[in-house]
């Protein structure tokens, strides 16, 4: 069971590594349900001047 969980959390730390080259002014949010990431967002803002 730990190698499930420490696989899922290489996969969700993979995939904010890809968003946060890609997010200049927002968030990410990792949503976690018994101890596993099942879903991440991003949310990003363009501000305007």
Do not use: C, F, P, W
């Not at 069971?1 to 993979?14: Q, S, Y």
């Not at 904010?16 to 890609?22: H, I």
């Amino acid at each position: 069971m730990a190698d499930k969980r420490l696989e899922n959390v290489n996969l969700a730390l993979d995939n904010v590594r890809q968003m946060l080259n890609t997010v200049n002014h927002g968030s990410i949010t990792l949503i976690v349900q018994n101890s596993y990431v099942v879903q991440i967002e991003k949310k990003e803002k363009i501000r305007l001047r």
